[in-house]
T-cell receptor, first 115, second 109 residues
């Protein structure tokens, strides 16, 4: 069964450093997403991406964040200058919507720890 | 008011029992509804989509009540492996998922 993959599984970084989180969506999906989950809190939407551009982003997704699809398979999330409060699980998801239904499939996540 | 609200539980039930819980959503324009399950420190996994007429998938039954803006999930004949956090998820015309904080279910032997 096809699945979304993410690397690395765990990233530790110093405050102020740049990090790039990587995702390989399901191959025939055209919509891609990033979500985050701070420990003990709910999953929060960050950004959606379609046709090589951002289709929607949340208030969390400020100028420190960017996304890119550098080739035909990878989808990346970059945080330019990490803050302590960026520590969270970051989940990538992909989907191929059918009408109103958009079943999104999640990768295993990257645990980001900012020290 | 939160966009999606769930009873956090926990619901502690013996194997074989039936457990049911609800979720309410605030936006009457919401279009699509899902239940995901999340195991500790893992990714959300799609359990089932929720359709207007209600739907069943094996031991799981989901209902949607648009008038009262709530979604329910019922698990019959609970198994130990059903222990997880169940996430209620809602979308509008956009494709972003809005998650509830989850309902924790623990099935004991």
């Amino acid at each position: 069964e096809p699945e979304v993959t993410q690397t690395p599984s765990h990233q530790v970084t110093q405050m102020g450093q740049e990090v790039i989180l990587r995702c390989v969506p399901i191959s025939n999906h055209l919509y891609f997403y990033w979500y985050r989950q701070i420990l003990g809190q709910k999953v929060e939407f960050l950004v959606s991406f379609y046709n090589n551009e951002i289709s929607e982003k949340s208030e969390i997704f400020d100028d420190q964040f960017s996304v890119e699809r550098p080739d035909g398979s990878n989808f990346t999330l970059k945080i330019r200058s990490t803050k302590l409060e960026d520590s969270a699980m970051y989940f990538c998801a992909s989907s191929e919507p059918r009408g109103n239904y958009n079943e999104q499939f999640f990768g295993p996540g990257t645990r980001l720890t900012v020290l | 008011r939160k966009e999606v609200e769930q009873d956090p539980g926990p619901f502690n039930v013996p194997e074989g029992a039936t457990v049911a819980f609800n979720c309410t959503y605030s936006n009457s324009a919401s279009q699509s509804f899902f239940w995901y399950r999340q195991d500790c420190r893992k990714e959300p996994k799609l359990l089932m989509s929720v359709y207007s007429s209600g739907n069943e998938d094996g031991r799981f039954t989901a209902q949607l009540n648009r008038a009262s803006q709530y979604i329910s999930l019922l698990i019959r004949d609970s198994k130990l492996s059903d222990s997880a956090t169940y996430l209620c998820v809602v979308t509008n015309n956009d494709y972003k998922l809005s998650f509830g904080a989850g309902t924790t279910v623990t099935v004991r032997a």
